[in-house]
Structures are given as structure tokens and as C-alpha cells.
Nanobody
Framework: QVQLVESGGGLVQAGGSLRLSCVAS????????MGWFRQAPGKEREFVAT????????YYADSVKGRFTISRDNAKNTLYLQMNSLKPEDTAVYYC????????????????WGQGTQVTVSS
């Protein structure tokens, strides 16, 4: 059974930084693309970033490009999201997601989800 467990969320002032982590278990982590999504209150869950199985390819939502960095350590079965220059509009629950293929972008391509970690950015 695949499990994804996020950590690293919290409260931070605008302009600050946080690093989210997601530890995966239950399958060969290095074979599949991974992603981060977020959901703010009253809004749909939206795509944030994705990374290929090898870590060599990444893709970001326009709203976070240049501020967030997705990475992975396949030896540790861990996915990361470094978030810099945080803004109040980044406030959301952040979810780690695992796909069934080596590259994925849309929400429908992800089969596994973590429980989420809250990120709150104060102004």
C-alpha cells in the first residue's frame, strides 16, 4: 500500500521561506513522477509543481515559478518543495502526490495523495 506523508508546513511571515517534505513508502519511489498540489479554503485543488522520476525534469505553475523549487532524493524516498518569497496568497493545504508514470502534470495523472500539510503566510 502506497503511503505519502508530508511535513514541514507552518506559519511564516510574507517574504519568508519553508521547506516541505514528503516521505513515500509502499512502492519503488524512483520509478514514478511526483508532484505538489495545494488547496486554499473555498477553492479547487490546484497544481503547484511536478518532477520526473529521475529528477531531471520539472514544471511549475506560473504563480510559483521562480519562487518554489521541487526536488527529490530517490535514495531517501523523499520529495521536497522549497518555498521562498512566500506571499499571503500561498496560504493553503499542500498535498504531495504520486503518479503511475514517469512524467505527470495534470491532477488526473496522480493516483496517490498524502494527507496534506498546512502552510499559512501572514502579511
Amino acid at each position: 500500500q502506497v503511503q505519502l506523508v508530508e511535513s514541514g508546513g507552518g506559519l511564516v511571515q510574507a517574504g519568508g521561506s519553508l521547506r516541505l517534505s514528503c516521505v513515500a513508502s509502499g512502492r519503488t519511489f524512483s520509478n514514478y513522477a511526483m508532484g505538489w498540489f495545494r488547496q486554499a479554503p473555498g477553492k479547487e485543488r490546484e497544481f503547484v509543481a511536478t518532477i520526473s522520476w529521475s529528477g531531471r525534469s520539472t514544471y511549475y505553475a506560473d504563480s510559483v515559478k521562480g519562487r518554489f523549487t521541487i526536488s527529490r532524493d530517490n535514495a531517501k524516498n523523499t520529495l521536497y518543495l522549497q518555498m521562498n518569497s512566500l506571499k499571503p496568497e500561498d496560504t493553503a493545504v499542500y498535498y504531495c502526490a504520486g503518479s503511475g508514470s514517469r512524467w505527470a502534470e495534470t491532477r488526473d495523472e496522480y493516483d496517490y495523495w498524502g494527507q496534506g500539510t498546512q502552510v499559512t503566510v501572514s502579511s
